[in-house]
């Protein structure tokens, strides 16, 4: 029984129900889908057909998309009961950082695909809802514009690493400057992954100048666009690069740029985009060019994870670019628990295929110290701009809270294995 006179703060889940029932009353529905596959349903059918392909579509047969759902769905919470679970504390610690819940949105780029926003209607709703968000390598809005509609909610930046070693320092530099908190390197994208959905439509958003943000708004690269496009052997699309500088000029963008140089700059960045070659010496390097805390994401394997703790890095994100790059790889939830026991106690965090609270649950159960939220939060933007991903990160909360609650736990730092059916 609760203290009389010290009554508990109202909890996630129990204010998201209510919120949602009393509005009910007076006719007001949810402005997305609660169940997940409606969610995503409802979203493809909001978005254009390239828009779907690009950020639903998986590599190859999707058949690693499937195995990222399928190790949530075979793992089991078993709850205990008689324990008073009438106060939760869902709070984790990151890097001297206490995040209010283990969520993070994960880095998705060209976000200007399904919503003129973009970028920037996440971070609002991210810093509204009081999680984090890592910014996207490939954004549509600039890191600078979103982390000042962040105010001191925290974030992260995403790294492609670029053959372009001045850039790569620019972006970090950057990224220290906006408040970013960490640096999270992206290893699983060294070459783009064989996604039939894109390449039946013979599309890839950033040949039109999308996705760009962060490359348009940089010195270094502005600096670096030839007066004549190198000779890549890709020759941008002429009526996607004017629809781009026309969405550039609409939005008043201080990287505006004419249609001739954002034809030279769409070359430039496919003759610099990310490193095949990228090794572990490069992550020394890194360490060279920032203090903040690296991150390593698209670790699968445990012997990568004991290699970065040797190397000094300060986390793992286990990550399989939810089914985009490699088909036929285990999902992540499978591997993280090999993975965290290699990290040797440092933070693990795990993506793909999350799509509730009760997926949080399992992950934390697992050894995730938190995970990243990424295409559902996608979903409601499509369906509703920054208020539909306040709801969805609401709703993944909620969740979270409830299946903690009537799992007999008082807090995210108490799952562990024992929450789980013994396997």
């Not at 997940?36 to 392909?53: D, G, I, T, V």
């Not at 514009?145 to 320092?169: H, I, K, N, T």
Request: aromatic share 6%; charged share 20%.
């Amino acid at each position: 029984m609760e203290d009389a006179g010290t009554p508990a703060a109202p909890a996630p889940g129990r204010m998201r129900q209510m919120e949602v029932y009393v509005t009910g009353v007076g006719g007001r529905r949810p402005l997305v889908p609660v169940a997940p596959a409606e969610l995503e349903a409802k979203a493809a059918r909001a978005m254009s057909r390239k828009a779907a392909a690009y950020i639903i579509g998986g590599a190859g047969m999707e058949t690693t998309m499937r195995a990222n759902r399928a190790a949530f769905e075979r793992v089991r919470i078993v709850p205990r009961v008689l324990r008073d679970v009438s106060r939760r504390d869902l709070s984790v610690e990151l890097f001297g950082r206490t995040h209010k819940a283990p969520l993070l949105l994960a880095p998705i780029g060209v976000l200007e695909m399904v919503d003129r926003g973009a970028d920037l209607a996440v971070a609002r709703a991210a810093a509204g809802e009081g999680v984090g968000y890592v910014f996207s390598n490939q954004a549509s809005v600039a890191m600078e514009r979103c982390a000042e509609a962040m105010g001191a909610a925290p974030r992260w930046f995403q790294l492609y690493w670029s053959s372009d070693d001045d850039f790569v320092r620019s972006a970090v530099s950057r990224a220290e400057n906006c408040g970013c908190e960490a640096i999270v390197v992206t290893l699983d994208t060294t070459l783009l992954g064989w996604r039939p959905s894109d390449l039946d439509l013979a599309y890839l958003p950033f040949l039109e100048g999308l996705g760009l943000a962060q490359y348009l708004s940089d010195p270094v690269f502005r600096a670096g666009i030839p007066a004549q496009p190198p000779q890549t052997g890709v020759k941008p699309k002429g009526a996607g690069i004017v629809n781009a500088v026309l969405s550039l000029r609409r939005k008043g963008r201080e990287f505006d740029l004419g249609l001739g140089r954002m034809r030279a700059a769409v070359a430039h960045f496919t003759a610099t985009y990310s490193r095949p070659d990228l090794n572990w010496s490069d992550i020394a390097r890194l360490r060279g060019m920032t203090k903040l805390p690296i991150l390593l994401k698209g670790v699968r394997h445990p012997g990568d994870a004991k290699l970065a703790r040797e190397h000094g890095v300060d986390g793992l994100v286990v990550s399989n670019h939810g089914g985009r790059q490699v088909d036929g790889e285990p999902g992540t939830l499978d591997m993280l628990p090999l993975v965290a026991a290699a990290a040797g106690g440092m933070p693990v965090l795990v993506d793909s295929g999350v799509r509730s609270g009760a997926d949080v649950a399992k992950a934390l159960a697992l050894g995730a110290r938190a995970v990243l939220l990424g295409r559902p939060y996608v979903y409601g933007l499509a369906l509703a701009g920054e208020n539909g991903v306040r709801e969805v990160i609401r709703n993944v909360v909620a969740e979270f809270d409830l299946t903690l609650a009537l799992a007999g736990l008082t807090s995210a730092a108490e799952l562990n294995r024992d929450c789980l059916e013994p396997v």
